[in-house]
């Protein structure tokens, strides 16, 4: 089977049958694509006929190119989840990927904004034309729900409730409710009655957020709206859109917030990827207390 036959299948499996988010189809799809480059530059296999030896190869060489722990973790899982798949539909006999072994990565917390970083960053939106009183609003709400970007830009009208100050969001087929606090409230208000009516393309378009051209807002465009306002408040820390969901988890919990309230909230399906923040938490008051305590 060749490569292009072999990729078809498998993307086609992903989107009908896993029904796989966008951005797991295409990370799956992109690593798939440049094992299929490599094996036709240094091998004269197919992705059906690779071997182990090949493939262990493969993933030799991504680390000897400079690619992460988490890099390379990430690509073996993608080979052994589409290696799997070959072996399921009985297109492939074994699967050559099943003896990889990824390396352990280091574990880093994740990066937080500090309460006053995070009243700068919001700050920094000047609701003196639609594009502020928009991005006003999205810093607002994303910081107010710690939803995912994806989640956010997906948001439609529909799924605003200002009434009842709350959003509903929906995930991996799932659906949340999660509240929202009265400055993020205001500010989505105002967002809805005074500019989106004006930027939006079309009577009937659906997204809450949308771009200049009156389209629904991309990833690549909010994450443009956040490196923009980064530098404008002059925070060092590297700040993307995942920062503020962090910040939004680990200051729940620092003022009391019940860690199963704040998975509920996040949509995490395991406890465990929330207490990552109570770790977070623990290791910024034992940071406080080595720079505060005399005897410290």
Not at 90 to 117: R, V
Not at 180 to 199: E, F, Q, S
Not at 247 to 272: C, P, R, V, Y
Request: hydrophobic share 40%; charged share 25%; net charge neutral.
């Amino acid at each position: 089977m060749q490569n292009s036959q072999c990729m078809e299948i498998y993307e086609k499996y992903l989107r009908e049958e896993k029904r796989a988010s966008q951005n797991t189809l295409s990370s799956y799809l992109r690593d798939i694509r440049q094992l299929s480059a490599y094996l036709d530059a240094h091998t004269d296999a197919e992705l059906t006929s690779a071997s182990p030896e090949e493939l262990a190869e493969y993933i030799a060489w991504l680390r000897s190119n400079g690619k992460s722990v988490a890099t390379v973790s990430r690509v073996i899982a993608s080979l052994k989840n589409m290696y799997s798949f070959l072996c399921i539909r009985q297109i492939i006999s074994e699967n050559p990927a099943s003896g990889l072994m990824s390396e352990k990565a280091e574990h880093k917390l994740p990066q937080i904004l500090t309460s006053k970083e995070v009243e700068l960053l919001l700050e920094q939106p000047e609701c003196v034309d639609a594009k502020g009183y928009r991005d006003k609003a999205m810093l607002e709400l994303l910081y107010a729900t710690g939803i995912r970007v994806t989640e956010l830009i997906d948001l439609n009208i529909g799924d605003v409730n200002l009434t009842a100050g709350i959003i509903r969001c929906h995930s991996r087929n799932k659906e949340r409710f999660i509240p929202m606090y009265p400055a993020a409230i205001k500010a989505l208000n105002d967002y809805l009655t005074l500019v989106r009516p004006h930027m939006i393309a079309v009577p009937d378009e659906q997204a809450l957020f949308v771009n200049v051209g009156g389209e629904r807002m991309s990833r690549q465009g909010f994450w443009k709206i956040i490196k923009y306002y980064q530098k404008k408040a002059k925070i060092e820390k590297d700040i993307t859109p995942h920062t503020l969901r962090h910040s939004f988890a680990a200051h729940l919990l620092e003022n009391g917030a019940d860690i199963h309230a704040i998975q509920e909230m996040l949509g995490h399906a395991d406890i465990s990827s929330t207490q990552v923040y109570s770790q977070l938490v623990k290791k910024q008051l034992k940071d406080v207390y080595n720079k505060a305590h005399p005897r410290a």
